[in-house]
């Protein structure tokens, strides 16, 4: 049982380009996150899904976005990557059972754009 | 969900009991405490959570007062592997689609050996 795995753990890039973080989870879990923290500030959340094939904006929704085409899996797509961008973004997910609003965090992805 | 107001630091020696608060004066009749870490450079880790009965696991005990307006999280026997951040959210369980979490600055917790 691996819990919340993202792809990759690290990347550079430069502005203007894309690129997609996956965020992967063998818990069965109904909802899924996607987070960025900056230094200094707690985390935000961008986008958010509470199931297969649907997604919500969070607080910082602006220049990402996102897709839920398997339960498993939660994309985040940066089309145009900003330095404003650069941060660590983490992908949580938790059962949508009663009590159950325990939200188990991934490693992180550390980016950053030139 | 209530806002909650945490101090910025603290200090704790090794071995000893880590008491960290978190004040929380506006919180509803049905809202939980949950209390998360993050060790740095990791994902946040879930400790517990509570509605208004003292909780205790493994990893810590939660004393929620009276009134609920404030808590205190309780590492017993603090170790330098408890050295992280420590997020206090206050929240409405099982609310339907809305299981968002708001999240604070925390209180740096630094054991000392």
């Known amino acids: 049982n691996a819990g919340v795995t993202q792809t990759p753990k690290f990347r550079v890039l430069k502005t203007g380009q894309s690129m997609t973080l996956l965020c992967a989870q063998d818990?069965?879990?109904?909802?899924m996150y996607w987070y960025r923290q900056d230094p200094g500030m707690g985390l935000r959340l961008i986008h958010y899904?509470?199931?297969?094939?649907?997604?919500a904006k969070g607080e910082v929704p602006d220049g990402y976005n996102v897709s839920r085409l398997k339960k498993q899996n939660f994309l985040l797509g940066l089309e145009s990557a900003a330095p404003s961008q650069t941060s660590v973004y983490f992908c949580?997910?938790?059962?949508?059972?009663?009590?159950?609003?325990?939200?188990?965090f991934g490693p992180g992805t550390r980016l950053t754009v030139l | 969900d209530a806002k909650t107001t945490q101090p910025t630091s603290m200090d704790c020696a090794e071995g000893r009991a880590a008491n960290l608060p978190c004040n929380h004066s506006t919180i509803s009749g049905n809202e939980y405490v949950y209390w998360y870490r993050q060790i740095h450079s990791q994902g946040p880790q879930y400790i517990i959570h509570g509605l208004k009965n003292n909780e205790t696991n493994e990893m810590a005990s939660l004393i929620i007062t009276e009134d609920r307006k404030s808590s205190t999280l309780i590492l017993p026997h603090a170790t330098l592997r408890d050295t992280a951040v420590y997020y206090c959210i206050v929240r409405v369980a099982n609310a339907g689609n809305n299981r968002k979490l708001i999240w604070g600055l925390g209180t740096s917790l630094a054991v000392n050996p």
């Open positions: 818990m069965n879990h109904e909802y």
């Open positions: 899904s509470v199931g297969e094939g649907t997604t």
């Open positions: 949580a997910s938790n059962s949508a059972g009663v009590g159950t609003d325990t939200q188990y």
